[in-house]
């Protein structure tokens, strides 16, 4: 069965302690694997995608890496504004209608 | 605003009533998809729509649920009969057929009494 564990489930930070948020994941095969960033109320906000291990992607703070069976969100001196939840989710290869399979989320607080 | 639009953005209502929500894709966007999400989870796929043809349903959409797109361009998701269980934020997302990503709308945000 194609599944997405994520951890920790919660993370506290100070602002500038970076740390990592990790993703691990069984699918069947891996079309693709996605970071979304979801704030209180709303609905996710896309952060990256990842096709193949190896991969790596950069936006400010954050980078997202990919290997094999996992896939790690760092982020780096982080700020308030950076609370979130963080969501990952995978894309079966095979799968007709090519929906998105998440995780629980990683909810993060960055204090000041 | 050329994001993914939703509404309306929050509903109420008793169990038993029928409730419809819209969900305005990404112009460009041929491909739509709803999910449903609750408290502490992350979304769940519920079905999936190419153009106007609804190609893919999860077992999650029940026989009260019922979404449409008739001319491939909006979407709406009924559920007849609400129960308190059908409580969640229901979110649209949609993407190009030359692309993976999947953007995201709002969300509506159902309270069955």
């Known amino acids: 069965e194609d599944q997405v564990t994520q951890s920790p489930e919660a993370l506290r930070l100070q602002e500038g302690e970076s740390s990592s948020l990790n993703c691990s994941y069984t699918v069947s095969g891996l079309r693709g694997l996605f970071w979304y960033r979801q704030d209180p109320g709303k609905g996710p906000e896309f952060l990256f995608t990842?096709?193949?291990a190896g991969e790596e992607k950069e936006k400010e703070r954050l980078k997202a890496t990919l290997t094999k069976k996992e896939s790690f969100l760092h982020i780096t001196a982080p700020k308030p504004e950076d609370s979130a939840t963080y969501l990952c989710?995978?894309?079966?290869?095979?799968?007709?209608?090519?929906?998105?399979?998440f995780g629980k989320g990683t909810t993060l607080s960055v204090s000041s | 605003d050329t994001g993914v639009s939703q509404d309306p953005r929050h509903k109420i209502t008793k169990r038993g009533q029928n409730v419809t929500f819209r969900c305005d894709p990404i112009s460009e966007h041929n491909r739509l998809y709803w999910y449903r999400q609750t408290l502490g989870q992350g979304p769940e796929f519920l079905t999936y729509f190419q153009n106007e043809a609804q190609l893919e349903k999860s077992r999650l959409l029940s026989d009260r649920f019922s979404a449409e797109r008739p001319k491939g361009s909006f979407s709406t998701l009924e559920i007849q009969r609400t129960e308190q269980g059908d409580s969640a934020m229901y979110l649209c997302?949609?993407?190009?057929?030359?692309?993976?990503?999947?953007?995201f709308g709002p969300g509506t945000r159902l309270l069955v009494l």
């Open positions: 990842l096709y193949s």
């Open positions: 989710a995978v894309q079966p290869s095979g799968q007709a209608g090519t929906a998105l399979i």
């Open positions: 997302a949609s993407r190009s057929g030359s692309g993976e990503t999947q953007y």
